[in-house]
Structures are given as structure tokens and as C-alpha cells.
Nanobody, 114 residues
């Protein structure tokens, strides 16, 4: 059974930081493309950052504030969110893609407010 579990969401003030973690099991993690996505209220889901075993990509909208880190020994990919803004509010999802199969987590809520 493949599991994708996000954690670390919560409430944060503008300008603060938050670290989200995605843990998977049941797949060859080192060969999987892991990505973070978010759905802001009233908006479509967008890709935030992507990590393969060798490379990472951040979307232009959060490139200077968010970073992604991967630990193949722990089967985790973390999303470090710095200087969060109100528009970063939303549900953050982790996706694992391997062998043309994709697996999604249930999401973790991030709320940015003062």
C-alpha cells in the first residue's frame, strides 16, 4: 500500500516561517518525482516545487521564499516556507509520481493571518 502523508501545516503570521513535511511509504522513493502543490481558496491547484532524486525546481511565484529539500534516507521531502504572505494560505498537497502512477496525500492546511 502506498501512503503519502503531509504534516506541519498550521497558522502562521505574515513574515513568519513554516516547514511542511511529506513522507511516503510503499514506493521506491529514490526513483520518485515528489512535488508540492497548493490550492488557495477560490483558486485552482498550482505546483509549488518539484524534486526528483537529483534536481529540485521551485515555481517562480515562490522561488525566493520557499525551498524544497529531500532526504532519500528518510523518504521525506520538506517544503520550507519563509516570509509567508497572506496569499500563501491554502491546502498544501504532496504528490509522488513513479512509473506513471501518481499518489496524493490528503493535504495540510496552511493559514497565514495576523
Amino acid at each position: 500500500q502506498v501512503l503519502v502523508v503531509e504534516s506541519g501545516g498550521g497558522w502562521v503570521q505574515p513574515g513568519g516561517s513554516l516547514r511542511l513535511s511529506c513522507r511516503t511509504s510503499g514506493i521506491d522513493f529514490s526513483g520518485a518525482l515528489i512535488s508540492w502543490h497548493r490550492r488557495a481558496p477560490g483558486k485552482e491547484r498550482e505546483t509549488v516545487a518539484i524534486s526528483s532524486g537529483l534536481h529540485t525546481w521551485d515555481t517562480s511565484s515562490v522561488k525566493t521564499r520557499f525551498s524544497i529539500s529531500r532526504d532519500n534516507s528518510k523518504n521525506t521531502v520538506d517544503l520550507l516556507m519563509n516570509n509567508v504572505q497572506l496569499e500563501d494560505t491554502g491546502v498544501y498537497y504532496c504528490r509522488a509520481l513513479i512509473n506513471d502512477h501518481e499518489y496524493w496525500g490528503q493535504g495540510t492546511q496552511v493559514t497565514v493571518s495576523s
